[in-house]
């Protein structure tokens, strides 16, 4: 069995920050459990957005890139994000995101689960799931959104491919995930012990155009691992197949190995420790601008070009 257990994170790309800081703590209610950098990238942010205290599985990122062009819909993308809220909340969710503006609103049923999908401020794809599955979570005492209707973390992701069976083979016979359902065109797949925040939903669309990354659009998911030897074993089921990963990657909160999928979007592989609360107390997480040490020396360059950013006023 493989040793991926569910999805450590799922990372997007913004337009500007304080739109998007606005509105995932200050709509959503997430924590910004780290206020930090690209570290591929230092003059652009990286904002973690979490539950109280940054547990994986529960945290969605974003690089927020001033003048990023739209995006280009279509296949080798991952579509869409969605997150978990408990039971009998959609309704107080659509109300809550109809007084903030929120634009493309719907409700339907998956897998037999109630959603309401919605687009944020720059026109990513989002969805709240309805799910009472067991799940790790901590509160947010402090935030915007009752504790008993914060979102619970992240639920599943959904992929547009013009070939499905490569992509299959990845999560199945590499991954470790098993298919669990079909739909309306999608294939449903889980890891580890399945359930929500374990979930991926692929679609085959031969005729899509390929996908242009931009504002609005997620850059990749990220796959959890216990630990470095789980992470090691995966990399290497990777080498075998011919599907050229990286290196392990030092992210200092987690460390990582990339890679492109068969059919065009990228994946990555995330150990579960250290955590968001090695270089923070975790009542101050997300307070202020913090660099991984290998940075530390550019701090000043880097805040130098970085806009200002405030926390939203619950």
């Known amino acids: 069995m493989s040793a991926v257990t569910g999805i450590h994170h799922v990372t997007a790309m913004a337009s500007r920050p304080q739109p998007n800081l606005d509105f995932y703590v200050g709509r959503l209610g997430m924590r910004l459990v780290k206020r930090s950098v690209n570290q591929d990238d230092p003059g652009t942010y990286h904002l973690f957005y979490a539950d109280g205290v940054g547990t994986p599985g529960t945290d969605l990122t974003f690089f927020p890139w001033l003048h990023i062009a739209p995006p280009r819909r279509g296949s080798a993308e991952i579509a869409e994000v969605a997150l978990a809220i408990p039971p009998d909340t959609r309704g107080a969710w659509r109300a809550r ?132 030897p789980a992470q090691a074993a995966v990399r290497q089921a990777l080498l075998r197949e011919g599907l050229q990963p990286t290196p392990v990657i030092d992210r200092f909160w987690f460390r990582s190995v990339y890679f492109q999928e068969p059919g065009g979007t990228i994946f990555e592989i995330a150990t579960d420790g250290p955590g968001f609360g090695v270089d923070e107390d975790t009542e101050r997480l997300g307070e202020t601008l913090v660099l991984p040490p290998w940075l530390e020396d550019d701090r000043p360059r880097i805040e130098a070009v970085l806009p200002p950013i405030e926390m939203p006023v619950s």
């Open 97 to 228: 995101l109809e007084r903030a503006g929120a634009s493309g609103l719907g409700e339907e049923d998956r897998f037999g689960e109630r959603a309401l999908s919605f687009a944020d401020p720059d026109g990513l794809p989002v969805a709240l799931v309805e799910s009472d599955d067991a799940r790790d979570f901590v509160p947010w005492a402090r935030g915007p959104v009752d504790t008993a209707e914060q979102v619970r973390g992240l639920h599943a992701v959904r992929v547009r491919v013009r070939d499905a069976a490569p992509t299959r083979a990845v999560l199945t016979d590499v991954l470790g995930l098993v298919e669990v359902g079909h739909e309306d065109g999608w294939v449903r797949f889980a890891a580890g012990d399945g359930g929500s925040g374990t979930l991926i939903d692929v679609r085959e669309d031969a005729d899509a155009p390929p996908a242009r990354l931009g504002r609005g659009s997620i850059h990749h998911v990220a796959w959890r691992v216990p630990d470095d």
